[in-house]
């Protein structure tokens, strides 16, 4: 079957840190990966994606690589900053792009 | 990118009303249109997926005669919550997905609804 495992949190950095949140996957075919991002009360952004192995997703300085051999996709910021400080979900989709699967989600606070 | 809405953005309502939440793609047409719940600090469950014009397909739990799922045409798709409890209190988000071909088709995601039942 299909399942996302993410680091849990929460996780609290100090601004201009480095920041990984792990995320692996589980999956049948060739998913597609996502990191989505969620502010409080707000719902889902999507902050990058990446379709085929070996793909780079990035975005507003976030990157996350499709690694096929060791079933990743983590996230890192080199230098975070307060604005980031949100809700961050790892997903993915089967090759059929119909169903997402949700990892549990990480709460990033950045503090000044 | 394509933009979904939701109605209301926030719902409180009294145990045993029914309460109706829009999903709307603005500028696409959305073939599928999936609904998922999100407790406070846990991930988005997927509800149930509706295709337009057919009948709605529910995730294995969920109550389909409770959870209402109206997808009347390609731009819109409704959940009634019926007879809401206080349980049934939660952050509704809504996705909407352009295309049927096979492989991926990128999901949009809606701002969500938060319903409190009271």
């Known amino acids: 079957g299909n399942s996302v495992t993410q680091m849990e949190g929460p996780v609290t950095l100090s601004e201009e840190a480095f920041l990984t949140i792990n995320c692996t996957y589980t999956?049948?075919?060739?998913?597609?990966l996502f990191w989505y991002v969620q502010y409080p009360g707000e719902g889902l952004q999507l902050l990058l994606k990446a379709t085929k192995a070996d793909d780079k997703g990035s975005n507003k300085g976030f990157e996350a690589t499709y690694r096929k051999e060791t079933t990743s996709f983590h996230l890192e910021k080199g230098s975070v900053q307060v604005s980031d400080s949100a809700v961050y979900f790892c997903a993915l989709t089967s090759n059929t792009g119909n169903q997402f699967y949700f990892g549990t989600g990480t709460s990033l606070t950045v503090i000044p | 990118g394509a933009v979904v809405s939701q109605h209301p953005s926030w719902v409180i309502c009294k145990s045993g009303t029914s309460v109706k939440i829009e999903c709307r793609s603005l500028d696409f047409q959305a073939t599928t249109m999936f609904w998922y719940r999100q407790f406070p600090k846990q991930s988005l469950m997927l509800m149930a997926t509706s295709n337009e014009g057919s009948k709605a397909t529910y995730e294995q739990g969920v109550e389909k005669d409770k959870f209402l799922i109206n997808h009347a045409s390609l731009t819109l798709s409704t959940l009634t919550v019926t007879s809401a409890h206080p349980e049934d209190s939660s952050f509704y988000i809504c996705?909407?997905?352009?295309?049927?071909?096979?492989?991926?088709?990128?999901?949009?995601f809606g701002p969500g609804t938060r319903l409190t039942v009271l």
């Open positions: 996705s909407a997905r352009q295309g049927t071909a096979m492989g991926y088709n990128e999901q949009f």
């Open positions: 999956a049948t075919g060739y998913p597609s």
